[in-house]
């Protein structure tokens, strides 16, 4: 079941519904939300995704995925996005998300580090997930506690 999303709104940016997929358990997916973030005047600026629930895929993959064009970044907007998914994971009455990225990828951790995730660990991405095909090995993996750092 999805929820409304028309509440995802900032004074600068909202995330604009582009799919949902629902559960996919053959393939260890959960039921995800896809967004284009798009300024108030409707120009997209990147891109995010909020996958409902936990498994192993999202402890490696996290339940947050997003990404900023080069153009817009430095403004905040995936922290901001961020903020807004959380708000709608809690409508799903997830008491937490896990947001991952490469140990590479410094702007991705500060994203991570500002809307107050917790840092758990650095794990290896298992040889049968999608993230190993793509070449990538190694994961940070950060917790954050929607209810007690609500926004």
């Not at 582009?18 to 053959?26: G, Y």
């Not at 709608?88 to 998300?97: G, R």
């Not at 500002?114 to 190694?138: H, S």
């Amino acid at each position: 079941m999805f929820f409304d999303v028309e509440d995802l709104r900032t004074n600068e940016i909202f995330l604009k519904l582009d799919k949902t997929c629902e559960e996919q358990p053959e393939k260890k997916w959960l039921p995800a939300y896809y967004f284009d973030i798009c300024l108030l005047n409707g120009t997209i600026i990147g891109h995010c995704d909020l996958r409902i629930g936990h498994n192993e895929k999202t402890y490696i993959g996290g339940n947050i995925g997003y990404g900023i064009d080069e153009e817009y970044r430095g403004h905040h907007y995936a922290v901001k996005a961020c903020e807004l998914l959380f708000k709608q994971a809690k409508k799903h009455s997830m008491d937490y998300l896990i947001i991952t990225c490469v140990p590479d990828n410094i702007a991705s951790s500060r994203t991570c580090e500002i809307v107050g995730g917790k840092f758990l660990e650095i794990a290896t991405i298992p040889e049968d997930n999608e993230m190993y095909a793509e070449g990538k090995r190694k994961v940070k993996i950060f917790k954050y506690d929607i209810w007690k750092n609500s926004l």
